[in-house]
């Protein structure tokens, strides 16, 4: 009998194709595409220290993980606090995941959280409620793992 180890299943980037939309951002060099284009090399760069990022899914999904790349510079711009918040109509949202007080330790990297409980929207919005100090907020890369 042979016996082996389960093989991982890879997830599949939600965001990556979903309708996003922005409280801000500084197009067209750091507009909101460079969310979801799958590279750390561009950013989205909002104007204020609190945004929102939405993103309308083709259809309900279950999220069980999402991660954040911080940008190129300025660690000051970095979310600090933020809610993760599902919803299938738009109206009526409900919190996911809450973060508070994390740090990226360097320039484009990539930090994963886990949802704690199974999660199927088909939008889901990330409300970035501080930053760590600057006037803007900054992120590379936005990625739903389901």
Not at 42 to 54: H, P, S
Not at 56 to 66: D, H
Not at 82 to 100: E, F, I, K, M, P
Not at 128 to 141: D, K, P, S, V, Y
Request: include cysteine; charge should be neutral.
């Amino acid at each position: 009998m042979t016996t082996g180890s389960a093989v991982p299943v890879q997830q599949k980037d939600r965001a990556t194709g979903s309708t996003v939309t922005v409280t801000g951002e500084n197009p067209p060099g750091e507009s909101k595409a460079a969310l979801t284009d799958d590279t750390s090399m561009t950013k989205w760069l909002a104007f204020a220290a609190t945004a929102t990022i939405t993103c309308q899914l083709s259809g309900a999904t279950t999220v069980r993980q999402y991660t954040l790349t911080s940008a190129d510079d300025l660690p000051g711009r970095d979310p600090r606090n933020w809610v993760l918040q599902g919803s299938n109509d738009g109206v009526t949202w409900t919190t996911v995941d809450a973060r508070n007080n994390v740090d990226f330790a360097d320039r484009r990297q990539t930090r994963a959280f886990t949802v704690p409980a199974t999660a199927t929207y088909s939008r889901f919005r990330l409300q970035i409620t501080a930053n760590h100090g600057a006037a803007e907020t900054q992120l590379a890369e936005l990625q739903l793992l389901a």
